[in-house]
């Protein structure tokens, strides 16, 4: 789905300020290194004088000048470096540090979109800026098994190292996960760990509830949003990105349209092999009636399924207000 003027202004106005802040926290931070090293300066000048020498020797072709230009050009880099490491300080430390490495802020490797361009342009379009704070909360880091008892507990585990496994081979193998189980028994936070490392590493990511997302394709479909456009062509990054993630199955209002979109989408994302992962608090036979047998055939075939144990964490956490860890 393009952007529009000002949905592109908007991202490329962030990409603004990222590198504004990036200059400014240079050069706070350059003017301090310097003040604490006073030999830093003229070392960087030395360095500077010998470039500038390198540059003048090459253009005259002077080759035995170039030579030694270039070994005290040497002997002063590492003399810089070694000033820097005797004060607890690396080299990097005198360079900008960008939110995204690969772009440096622009948004752009040469002429194509960077990938954190693209997940800026999703975040925006199916309005979940608010994700990135709810997975600074839910992550493997905050995961707790402490709301696990007994036998849950060894089952969360492995469907903890299945997510880790997931994860781990996302760019090697396709795969697709249905996790299941009552309402509070985690999956949504399940599914938050793995959205957060997939996006932390370079990954696109789209993260809609079931309504949502049926909520979306009817939009497309019946033409209320974006006349003329299929599915498909109106929101491509549902059947696009890396991976889609379908939360809550089955609490939308089941309909016939439903029923044919989730096979369209589940089957278009298993051609692209493009990874999806649904939750549900349906178990199969449930899934099998409402949504047909085509549809969970092709789950059945593709899909790795778990099954989360236990009962409603969030009524156990009320209960044990106070109690450490999170789920
Ligand atoms: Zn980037």
């Given amino acids: 789905m393009p952007l529009i003027n000002t949905q592109y202004d908007s991202i490329m106005r962030e990409y603004a300020r990222r590198q504004a802040r990036s200059r400014q926290e240079l050069e706070e931070r350059l003017a301090r290194i310097h003040r604490e090293l006073p030999a830093l300066s003229s070392l960087e000048d030395e360095i500077t004088a ?13 080759r035995k000048q170039a030579e030694a230009l270039d070994a ?17 300080l690396k ?21 194509q979109k960077c990938h954190c361009f693209l997940q800026a342009e999703i975040d925006l379009l199916y309005h979940q800026s608010h994700l990135r704070e709810v997975l600074e909360r839910e992550n493997f ?28 081979h996302f760019d090697d193998s396709f795969q697709n996960l249905l996790l299941l189980g009552a309402v509070g028994t985690g999956k949504t936070f ?66 016939s349209f439903t029923v044919s979109q989730l096979f369209l989408c589940v089957n278009e994302r298993i051609l692209r092999k493009k ?27 593709c899909y790795t399924i778990r ?17 450490p860890g999170e789920i």
């Fill in 50 to 62: 010998c470039q500038a020498g390198k540059v003048r020797a090459a253009v005259s072709q002077d």
């Fill in 72 to 88: 005290a050009l040497q002997e002063l880099v590492r003399k810089r470096e070694a000033l820097l490491a005797a004060h607890g």
């Fill in 91 to 111: 080299p990097s430390d005198l360079e900008p540090v960008y939110a995204c490495p690969d772009c440096q802020d622009t948004g752009y490797i040469g002429e």
């Fill in 141 to 168: 880091r905050t995961f707790s098994y402490e709301w696990y008892e007994g036998e849950d507990r060894e089952i969360m585990r492995r469907n903890v190292m299945d997510a880790r496994l997931f994860i781990e």
């Fill in 190 to 255: 399940l599914s938050n760990c793995i959205a957060k490392e997939l996006m932390d590493s370079c990954h696109s990511v789209v993260y809609l509830t079931a309504f949502q997302l049926f909520e979306l394709l009817s939009q497309a479909a019946f033409g209320r949003d974006r006349q003329g456009q299929s599915g498909r062509q109106a929101y491509p990054y549902i059947f696009d990105c890396n991976l889609l993630i379908i939360d809550d199955l089955g609490t939308e209002l089941p309909n």
């Fill in 275 to 301: 990874s999806t992962l649904i939750s549900s608090n349906l178990d199969m036979e449930a899934l099998r009636n409402i949504y047909s047998e085509r549809t969970l055939s092709r789950i059945i075939s």
């Fill in 307 to 323: 099954q989360l144990p236990g009962s409603d964490i969030r009524i156990r956490k009320k209960l044990n207000a106070g109690s």
